[in-house]
Nanobody, 126 residues
Framework: VQLQASGGGVALAGGSLRLSCASSGRPFSHYAMAWFRQAPGKERDFVAVVSGSADVTYYEDAVKGRFTISRDNAVNTVHLQMNNLRPEDTAVYYC????????????????????WGQGTELTVSS
């Protein structure tokens, strides 16, 4: 299984950016996909998850109303649309795919995920 994240960069506070993660090597629609992030000197934290069937989503409180996770099962890709960015969103963002096959189950901790992308860095300046 390979996950390739892209879309990071530098943004101004209040701006927008979209991250993408392309998956290969397993039936994409069978597994929840999530985004985590790790700020410098901090642990890797959950950001958002979307179920395999795309009808269940869950967000970390700090990004609710600003970030939107979506997936396109036809092209095996998950996206994270990030609006109204804040300096505290600065981090390396990782996509991940779940351990277990389920169309509606989602997990909000790292131990629920088996495969991880290489990370894409976001810097938000004020």
């Amino acid at each position: 299984v390979q996950l390739q994240a892209s879309g990071g960069g530098v943004a101004l506070a209040g701006g927008s950016l979209r991250l993408s993660c392309a998956s290969s090597g397993r039936p994409f629609s069978h597994y929840a996909m999530a985004w985590f992030r790790q700020a410098p000197g901090k642990e890797r934290d959950f950001v958002a998850v979307v179920s395999g069937s795309a009808d269940v989503t869950y967000y970390e409180d700090a990004v609710k109303g600003r970030f939107t996770i979506s997936r396109d099962n036809a092209v095996n890709t998950v996206h994270l649309q990030m609006n109204n960015l804040r300096p505290e969103d600065t981090a390396v963002y990782y996509c991940a795919t779940a351990f277990t096959s389920s169309t509606r189950e989602v997990h909000t901790t790292a131990r629920g995920y088996r495969y991880w992308g290489q990370g894409t860095e976001l810097t938000v300046s004020s």
